[in-house]
């Protein structure tokens, strides 16, 4: 029904305004065309501290800083809503009692019958919890990525000067033994073939450790045919798969963006271990799938090997971590903590499902 009531339209009005009073999480006030508050409501209370009273009247220039005031910044917002209709602004404003918060704004201009700008409405939300919460959260991924940096350069300068003494005493070891070797008796020899053993597998921890510093450092971004890549990694390992009889299977593989020579490591880290870790008198089959998510892709390289237990799905991806003895599977642990990291470069994740003797599979995702 058509109400063609003018004192219903008011009441309507008033009803409107009314609501708008007792809003309190927003500041709503009307201005003149000169700035000044014509009408302010209780969320304008709340946040500024000025009761209606003391304020109607007053220029709203009063909430801005004496430096946003020398800058003539409420002018030019004024000016602005005046030439485009609405105008928006974040910064900080000055309360009645001169503390300060974050203001988020929006102020709109009102026109009269002719398109004439008569005024201004003008929302202000606080935004000051928000604003420090977003500060706190920035500098603390700021503070964390300088310290994973530090951490990454203490590896590889470490790694890198390990290497210098090792080396010296590998070569003492070889001088040792080649001049004095035919002098020594059984225990000797066994000592020395002790300290030549444990020299070697320190040499490959530390060169793991460097390659691990290594990864990321020179990131080069391109296109990937993965059927193609797959195809170089298993020529790689073309000896290890034939001595194994493994069979590894992949098609309809996706062309991806990504860092080519990490994704190359990556793949062939998950091959290795699958044909590494396999059941005695059971030949490796290896199937490696993929499909479309979200915001990428995500890879599957499944085996039947001896499978790993719930309890260390987690742990094998830190570094030097290995659940099964030397003499078995040679290794040295690096190799899971660097595909994580190259996964965690494309903005992927790892992880493993898998259950003692039941064959693994090992899932990333990539997400450029
Ligand atoms: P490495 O292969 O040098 O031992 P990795 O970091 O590649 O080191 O793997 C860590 C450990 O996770 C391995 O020592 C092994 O115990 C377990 N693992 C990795 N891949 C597999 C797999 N496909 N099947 C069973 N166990 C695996």
Redo the contacts with the bound molecule.
């Keep these: 029904m058509k109400n063609n009531n003018p004192a219903g339209k008011k009441t309507e009005h008033s009803r409107l305004l009314q609501m708008v009073e007792e809003i309190e999480d927003y500041a709503i006030l009307t201005l003149d065309r000169d700035g000044n508050i014509v009408n302010w409501n209780k969320g304008a209370e709340k946040i500024k501290g000025y009761n209606a009273a003391e304020i109607i009247g007053k220029n709203f220039r009063l909430f801005y800083s004496a430096e946003d005031l020398q800058n003539q910044h409420p002018d030019q917002l004024i000016q602005i809503a005046i030439k485009d209709g609405k105008v928006s602004d974040e910064g900080w404003r000055i309360r009645k009692n001169g503390t300060r918060f974050w203001a988020s704004v929006v102020i709109n201009a009102i026109y009269d019958e002719t398109g004439e700008v008569i005024g201004f409405v003008k929302v202000t939300r606080d935004l000051t919890s928000k604003m420090l919460a977003d500060k706190a959260l920035k500098k603390h991924a700021h503070d964390l990525e300088v310290k994973n940096k530090e951490l990454e350069q203490f590896v590889y300068i470490a790694s890198h000067d390990l290497q210098e003494p090792l080396l010296t005493v590998q070569n003492f070891v070889d001088l040792l033994q080649e001049e004095y070797g035919d002098r020594f008796d059984e225990d000797a020899r066994m000592y020395f073939s002790y300290i030549t053993q444990s020299t070697l597998r320190m040499q490959n921890l530390i060169k793991g450790l460097l390659d691990y510093s290594r990864i990321g450092r020179k990131k080069i971004l391109s296109e990937i045919f993965i059927d193609q890549l797959l195809d170089i990694v298993c020529l790689d390992l073309k000896v290890r798969i034939d001595y194994a009889g493994a069979e590894i299977t992949y098609r309809n593989m996706p062309i991806i963006m990504g860092y080519e020579i990490e994704l190359r490591q990556l793949f062939q ?2 091959i290795s ?2 044909v ?2 396999r059941k005695r008198d059971v030949a490796p089959r290896v199937d490696i799938t993929a499909r479309s998510i979200a915001d990428g892709w995500e890879f599957a390289v499944k ?1 039947n ?4 237990a719930p309890e ?1 799905a987690d742990k ?2 830190l570094i030097f ?4 003895n030397r003499e078995a ?9 660097n ?1 994580k990291k190259i996964a965690e470069m494309h903005n992927g994740t790892i992880w ?1 499902e ?1 259950a003692p003797g039941q064959g ?1 599979t ?1 899932y990333f995702t990539i997400q450029i």
Excluded: M, P
């Design positions: 880290n998950l271990n699958a590494k870790f085996d090997g001896i499978g790993i260390h094998i991806f971590q290995r659940l099964n599977y040679e290794g040295s642990g690096i190799g899971l903590a595909c493993v898998s693994s090992f």
